[in-house]
């Protein structure tokens, strides 16, 4: 390359980068328009979640084939692109492999490469089988209609051009390298394990074309490599960054206990006090809007249940393990936290539509986007959240919306209503005479 190449990598690289900033920051700033909640207890805890979940991939292997496909292109992918800072370096610096006076340990890196890179082709093709032709059942239901379903196969597609474009940009080096006269700067370095069973492809081709083909497979993997970045953003694939912070910051109570709201905690501790002056209580601070109770739309939901939202893989295995959807209800958790994200995104787009500041839009996500139905289908069993390979908890969203439907709406189903007046006039939730609640232990 000539000092033109350089200015022009350098370019594309600032501009790649810079716009993958400007959407982290955009990320971070719909995140955080959730409400404050403290996950900074017990660290240690945390980081052994982090390490064994995100890292460990401990959940992903509880469905065996899929979860060893995964693991084989998560840290294909991951350990591949170790090489990209290689590849920035000899872009900026007009340099061939500057790493490659590590000798044996290059040998081994440039190797473990290329066996990773085939390997992650082969778990890649097998992923596009199952889902286009097999057509798992989790991966193919009506959730994913649209883009989402398409969105699967871009990152498919995606992940085969990449992988073939570093083994075919290896090849031709390979190629280069071993001509019987030195070629250019092409020295010997590397082992190439797969890409040597390629380059013949490249018999019989002039040395000039080899090259131009080298230097054309090499920028196209690096422009791939920061169009894969920025589509990140917009794609379920966000979880390859997200993960992390994700189960760290999951809640680390036992399954199936509640948080209560701090409003009514206060208001049952005044109740039950029988010294408290009811008439003490203090007045609202005038111009502070009242408490809301539940959420209705993405502000009410705090920070981490929109980090949730985010993080959503889409594979379907709460779905799959729900009882309300394998009995043809309409609720599915995969659903709550893709429409989740989709309102949140939409509220982003409102804000910087209108400079930094929200306008109601007269859109919400309870209702349009999740109806009471779905929500009041769930039996609070906790299976989706057992199932998610990355912690993410659609029931505390759930919870919340219902919340909201019961103490700011009072739209509780009909039965739910009648239980909870029957507890509120007779102690109990069947509805008779409070002197015969313990009729039944004189029954045979």
């Known amino acids: 390359m000539n000092y033109l190449d350089n200015i022009l990598f350098a370019i594309l690289l600032i501009i790649g980068f810079g716009y993958f900033a400007f959407n982290v920051k955009k990320l971070i700033r719909n995140i955080n328009l959730g409400a404050a909640v403290d996950r900074k207890d017990n660290p240690k805890a945390r980081w052994a979640n982090m390490a064994l979940i995100a890292l460990g991939q401990s959940k992903m292997v509880k469905k065996p084939i899929a979860g060893a496909l995964h693991i084989i292109v998560y840290v294909g992918f991951v350990i591949i692109n170790i090489e990209l800072l290689e590849i920035i370096i000899d872009g900026l610096f007009d340099t061939h492999r500057v790493f490659a006076p590590l000798g044996v340990v290059y040998d081994v890196l440039i190797a473990s490469f ?129 993960a992390f912070p994700n189960t760290y910051f999951a809640n680390l109570k036992p399954m199936g206990q509640f948080d209560n709201l701090e409003s009514v905690t206060k208001e049952v501790k005044l109740m039950m006090d029988p010294n408290a002056d009811p008439f003490a209580a203090p007045a609202p601070v005038e111009g502070e809007a009242p408490a809301k109770f539940g959420a209705s739309d993405v502000q009410d939901l705090n920070w981490v249940q929109l980090m949730n939202a985010y993080t959503c893989t889409e594979c379907g295995r709460c779905t799959s393990a729900c009882p309300a959807n394998q009995t043809g209800k309409k609720l599915s958790p995969r659903k709550i936290m893709m429409d989740t994200r989709d309102r949140l995104e939409e509220v982003g787009k409102n804000i910087d539509t209108n400079k930094g500041v929200f306008v109601p839009d007269n859109k919400a996500l309870l209702n349009d986007y999740i109806t009471p139905e779905e929500l009041w289908a769930c039996t609070s069993c906790n299976a989706c959240v057992e199932e998610c390979p990355v912690n993410i908890n659609p029931l505390s969203i759930i919870i919340d919306m219902r919340r909201y439907l019961v103490m700011e709406q009072s739209a509780a189903p009909m039965p739910l209503n009648t239980m909870m007046s029957n507890i509120e006039n007779n102690g109990a939730p069947w509805q008779y005479n409070q002197q015969d609640r313990l009729n039944w232990k004189d029954e045979n």
């Open 114 to 242: 290329e066996i990773l890179a085939f390997l992650v082709l082969v778990a890649v093709i097998v992923f596009w089988i199952r889902r286009n032709i097999i057509k798992i059942k989790r991966l193919f239901n009506k959730d994913l209609e649209g883009f989402p379903k398409n969105d699967a196969n871009y990152i498919l597609y995606f992940e085969i051009v990449l992988m073939s474009l570093f083994l075919l940009m290896n090849a031709s080096d390979y190629h280069l390298q071993n001509l019987p006269e030195q070629f250019s700067h092409f020295i010997k370095a590397g082992s190439f394990p797969i890409s040597q069973f390629i380059a013949p492809i490249f018999n019989g081709m002039s040395n000039e074309s080899v090259l131009m083909l080298t230097e054309l497979f090499w920028w196209m993997h690096i422009i791939g490599i920061l169009i894969f970045l920025n589509y990140l953003y917009f794609s379920k694939h966000l979880h390859i960054l997200l």
